[in-house]
């Protein structure tokens, strides 16, 4: 196979012919564009240092052009990048070429210099609204893209361009000024000192830097690429300029989906199994083993790029995205209201079956509208209280917008009209909608990216749905009275405001809000996550009905635990990811996805889910995990997991692969960065077994024995309990923090949510619920029937059960009782900020360890329950000695209570020992899963580790190393050196 992604053309030295003028000056640069073999081979005085590495080029890239033959860009990624280009002179440099555009209803790049340096000195040439501009910045980089006019200068030409139309252009910088030449014409001239002589890369037809959004490639021909150290002549430009007329019209091109997918083949019908993990595609099953590109990121070209490699691994699955650009945004297809232009699409479908022929496509639809809706429907867009919109390339439409939906069915309607006339129709298994912040169906405020940290969302749309939303809830305003402090209630419904930001901040030294004084906020956050959820189930119907039965479905949802935290980032309430119960009772969906928690992807970390996937699959439904993994073959040093070398990004993709595994969850793999990042044989060589232990596992399940398991239980709705923070280490730790370390505690657990308290099995020995702070009284009621049984042990944490009421219009009270009431344990309360550590008591019945938190709390939870044994004491001086932390044996249940809101390895081991759960090893700061008959074991140092099986098993092999490691045992010990990944079968 010939690489053509990040490679330089070496298939001959042959040109089809070249453009010369009179006095010609000597070129630095020089690229021909004729054919396959010189593209990217500098014919200029650089010689081989000028050479450029080809994205995504083929025979069909090359068109009869100017004199002879030209470069045909698609748009997708494909087009020329020259690195390093550090013989460009200091002094001044001009650009020639020819160009036609294809189309020009989205930005396009022509030519853009580019730098990862701090001191950033770029300029790109564009083509936005037809005409030529040029965009240059000067100054440091920051994240988002700098909106200080003075980091940032835009100049517009004023000549209006034609499509299919032959332009010759020369762009020319001196250090003094700025000049642009349209066919021999001055049409720019400006003052500027910018020569980017400094540039790390320099992009031709397409774009992956700052200055121009890493999403806007040209779409047309470009010939004869020439770079100078200096401007030529007038006479020159003018000669050059006349070519143009000579340029030859673009003639239909082939598709390469109507080569080889053929009229009598049968239209993909696909089901999921979400209990193996495959999919059937007409009567064939395939493992949920996905590979993934997409629109906009490096990724987009390498991963069409590297299909071959994919397909050669078994992955023939392929995420492809439906439009370019910010592929959330479908902006590029669907231009005006009942304006829409399919090109795009076919196009991007093409390339696909031109990599790999064999390909079956889930298809990334965008369910968020183009930035143009925004920009013509601004009350339909997300606003912050002083009414400020952004409309940028990231979505920010309105949750609560019924207009965004009306005109998505219009527009999705158009789309599967033109798409089920295609041949690749045939081979798409199914789609991914995506919406709001990154395609994941996050709000606009979420992450604080888009709106800093000010709060919204205070438009039209969201103000009207919050009202109907507060009617539908309380039923009556005398109701809500009743539920408000006094005076807090609005007149009628048709008052009712979104708290402003003001009281959403409002500070208190009480972790916790108000119940009543704060209801409004409390209010307003339910509405935020069951409003989203409305949407999806809104939009997922939609593309049900449109796609029908035989189609997969899969949606961005469920982030139940990544930003609990804040990391001084997000507040996890506002995301509107709160109501999975909601999305899995309602919405047509067969999957849902997150990617990899970036907190704890660390070397030596467990590489933790953001979701509830027991949860999901008690919806016969399927949890995928992006595996969007950095390696050290793009840039050195692996972002987020931090690996340097080929063997720990292996032990990375394979700590992936495991948790997948081990889950039974499905997964696709994204090699985000491109630039190379899977480009190693033994990378490969990897999928590959992967791949095909997959096809093992669906072959032959092991079910796991519940009675050895953890049960672990999130509530979603207690989130929104807490007072709002950009950090928070309490909820952190129980949910955030803990996923390490349950994976570390070798412990086999499963996650759940509270909606789901009449679905999941009681046949757990051990419940944990989490960050149950909120428990109204039909929750109450389902613990005693379901739970509170069989000598099971059911562990509550810090605050459980504090807030309570019995239908939601009712006024929610907060007192220890409540506590009480939920975990059988009596507590009371220490009403002042106190550090909430613990130490073991003397003699404890069992030990659970020292526990500690960062910082002072208020309140804290102290047992005074006679009863109960005391495990932990707190230390601070406050609280004099307090019970912390204790254990209650109920009759036919057990009880544990936890006012020090932290899990460690040594409790989680100590309460599956007291409830009878199995413990794997006792290996300290060593991941080991366990699941559906295999155990991944994942470390950050050199160990032997002890591994204790809950029966004998017959055979166990390292599925990495193909190799058997014991037989007919009960336990071993193996090693495992620093940052590697070891994944065991059961059998």
């Keep these: 196979m010939i690489k053509r992604f990040f490679g330089t053309l070496l298939l001959g030295t042959g040109l089809a012919g070249t453009l010369c003028c009179a006095n010609e000056p000597e070129p630095l640069l020089y690229y021909p564009l004729n054919d396959l073999a010189s593209a990217g081979i500098n014919r200029g005085t650089a010689g081989s240092a000028g050479n450029a590495q080809g994205y995504l080029l083929h025979n069909e890239n090359f068109v009869p052009a100017i004199n002879g033959n030209g470069l045909h860009i698609l748009g997708l990624a494909d087009g020329l990048q020259l690195k390093n280009s550090n013989f460009m002179p200091e002094n001044g440099l001009a650009v020639s070429l020819y160009f036609r555009a294809d189309r020009m209803r989205e930005p396009m790049t022509l030519v853009c210099f580019s730098s990862r340096s701090s001191d950033l000195r770029l300029t790109a040439l564009m083509i936005e609204n037809n005409r030529l ?11 988002p893209a700098p909106k200080n006019p003075r980091k940032q200068v835009r100049y517009v030409t004023g000549e209006t361009l034609e499509v299919n139309r032959y332009y010759h252009l020369l762009w020319s910088m001196d250090g003094r000024k700025h000049r642009i030449y349209l066919n021999g014409k001055l049409i720019l001239d400006e003052d500027s000192s910018i020569v980017p ?52 019209k673009l003639k239909k091109l082939p598709r390469s989906y109507d080569r080889v997918i053929g009229a009598d083949e049968p239209p993909a019908r696909v089901s999921l199994d979400p209990e193996r993990c495959v999919f059937t595609i007409n009567g064939q099953e395939e493992p949920v083993m996905i590979y993934a590109g997409g629109g906009f990121l490096a990724a987009a070209g390498y991963a069409i790029d590297t299909l071959p490699e994919a397909a050669a691994s078994g992955m023939n699955i392929f995420r492809q995205t439906a439009t370019g650009g910010r592929e959330w945004c479908s902006g590029e297809w669907w231009y005006g209201i009942g ?25 990334t639809l965008p369910a968020s ?21 952004n409309h940028d390339y990231f979505a920010s439409h309105s949750y609560s917008s019924q207009k965004w939906i009306a005109d998505l069915e219009t527009a999705w309607t158009a789309f599967f009209e033109h798409v089920k006339t295609r041949p690749y129709y045939k081979r798409i298994i199914g789609f991914l909608p995506v919406s709001g912040r990154y395609g994941e ?63 959403r901040k409002r500070p208190d030294s009480f972790y916790f809000a108000n119940p009543v004084h704060d209801r409004c906020n409390i209010d307003y956050m339910f509405f935020v996550n069951e409003q989203s959820a409305q949407a999806i189930v809104d939009f997922t119907t939609i593309l049900r009905r449109l796609a029908g039965p035989d189609k997969i479905i899969g949606l961005y949802y469920g982030y139940m ?36 928690g970036y907190y704890q992807r660390q070397l030596g970390c467990v590489g933790p889910l953001m979701g509830a996937p027991s949860s999901v699959r008690l919806h016969r439904k399927m949890w995928l995990e992006e595996a969007d993994i950095r390696t050290s073959l793009a840039t050195g040093k692996a972002a987020y997991s931090g690996a340097k070398d080929l063997e720990e990004s292996k032990a990375v993709l394979y700590r992936s692969f495991g948790n997948q595994i081990v889950n039974r969850d499905g997964i696709w793999y994204y090699p985000i960065n491109g630039r190379g990042d899977y480009s190693h044989p033994e990378i490969w060589q990897a999928f590959k077994i992967m791949h095909q232990e997959l096809r093992k596992q669906a072959a032959c399940q092991k079910p796991d024995d519940r009675t050895k398991r953890i049960a672990l239980i999130i509530d979603p709705y207690s989130n929104h309990f807490r007072r709002h923070s950009f950090y928070d280490q309490l909820s952190g730790n129980l949910l955030t923090g803990s996923r390490d370390v349950f994976a570390k505690a070798a412990v086999g657990y499963d996650y759940y949510i509270t909606d789901d308290l009449l679905l999941i099995p009681d046949d757990y020995p051990v419940y944990i619920f989490l960050n149950s702070f909120y428990m109204p009284d039909k929750q109450r009621q389902i613990l005693r029937q379901r739970f509170k049984k069989d000598n099971k042990v059911l562990v509550f944490t810090y605050g459980s059960g504090l807030f309570r009421h019995g239908q939601y219009h009712e006024r929610l009270n907060i007192k220890p009782a409540n506590v009480e009431d939920a975990t059988g344990i009596k507590v009371n309360w220490h009403t002042s900020a106190v550090n909430l550590d613990s130490v073991p008591d003397k003699n404890p019945p069992w030990n659970a360890g020292k526990l500690s938190i960062r910082g002072q709390y208020n309140p804290a939870f102290f047992v005074t329950d006679d009863q109960a044994q005391t495990l932990n004491r707190y230390t601070a001086p406050e609280l004099a000695g307090k019970t912390a932390v204790a254990c209650k044996n109920m009759g036919n249940w057990r009880s544990v209570f936890i006012g020090t809101p932290e899990f460690t390895e040594d409790l989680v081991r100590a309460l599956a020992n007291y409830g009878g759960a199995h413990v794997y090893s006792d290996a300290k700061n060593v991941v080991i899963r366990s699941g559906n008959g295999y155990i991944l074991i994942h470390s950050g140092h050199d160990d032997n580790v002890n591994i204790f099986l809950p029966e004998q098993a017959r055979k166990i092999t390292d599925v990495t190393g193909n190799k058997v490691v014991a037989e007919n045992c009960i336990r071993f010990t193996l090693p495992i050196r620093k940052n590697r990944t070891i994944v065991l079968r059961i059998e």
């Design 369 to 389: 509208p183009p930035r143009w809706w925004g920009e013509q429907f601004p009350d339909e867009q997300c606003q912050d209280f002083n009414g400020r919109i």
């Design 561 to 596: 635990m990544e930003d609990i935290q804040g990391l001084n980032r997000a507040w996890a309430s506002d995301s509107g990811h709160m109501a999975l119960g909601k999305v899995l009772r309602e919405a047509p969906v067969d999957f849902l996805c997150s990617p990899i």
């Design 441 to 503: 169906g996050l709000r606009a405020a979420f992450n604080s990216q888009l709106y800093g940290k000010e709060f919204t969302d205070y438009s039209p749309a969201e103000t009207a749905a919050y009202r109907r939303w507060l009617q539908k809830n309380y039923g009556s305003i005398e109701n809500m009275r009743n539920a408000y402090a006094p005076g807090r209630a609005p007149d009628d419904f048709a008052s009712a405001v979104v708290p402003p930001p003001a009281e």
């Design 339 to 363: 304006k829409y232009d399919f090109e795009i699409v076919d196009r991007y479908m093409d390339i696909v079956f031109r990599e790999n022929p064999n390909a079956w496509i889930l298809l």
């Design 133 to 143: 501009v040029e965009l240059d910045r000067v100054g440091h980089v920051v994240y």
């Design 197 to 248: 002589q400094k540039t790390d890369f320099m992009l031709i037809g397409n774009s992956y830097c700052p200055l121009v959004h890493q999403r806007d490639r040209f779409v047309g021909t470009i010939d004869e690429f020439k770079l100078f150290a200096a401007a030529p002549s007038d006479t020159w430009i003018h000669q050059a300029a006349e070519a143009s007329a000579r340029g030859q």
